[in-house]
């Protein structure tokens, strides 16, 4: 059964940090790249970060560069996103994704909320 699922979202004030996580098992992690993706409230889900297979390579929305960092450890079947000096318009609900040619997988969705 394939699960992912993220953990580490909460409240927190601006200029805070928060790292999420995201556990997958059921499928073989390290052939599939991995994203994260963020949904506000009345807004479309949008694409946050990417990291490839071996971890060695990463993309952000221009929005959180030299902000958010991801990374994962393929041991441990684990991607992470450590996000710093948050700000309000960073409030969304965090999902991770795993894709590849053979499957495209979600979590479930951590909320993270920024506000003073």
């Known amino acids: 059964q394939v699960q992912l699922v993220e953990s580490g979202g909460g409240l927190v004030q601006p200029g805070g940090s928060l790292r999420l996580s995201c556990t997958a098992s059921?499928?073989?992690?390290?052939?599939?790249?991995m994203y994260w993706y963020r949904q506000a409230p009345g807004k479309a889900r949008e694409w946050v970060a990417i990291?490839?297979?071996?971890?060695?390579?990463?993309n952000y929305v221009d929005s959180v560069k030299g902000r958010f960092t991801i990374s994962r450890d393929n041991a441990k079947n684990t991607v992470y996103l450590q996000m710093n000096t948050l700000k309000p318009e960073d409030t969304a609900v965090y999902y991770c994704?795993?894709?590849?040619?053979?499957?495209?997988?979600w979590g479930q969705g951590t909320q993270v909320t920024v506000t003073p």
């Open positions: 059921g499928f073989t992690f390290s052939n599939y790249v």
């Open positions: 994704n795993a894709r590849d040619i053979s499957g495209d997988y």
């Open positions: 990291i490839n297979r071996p971890g060695a390579s990463t």
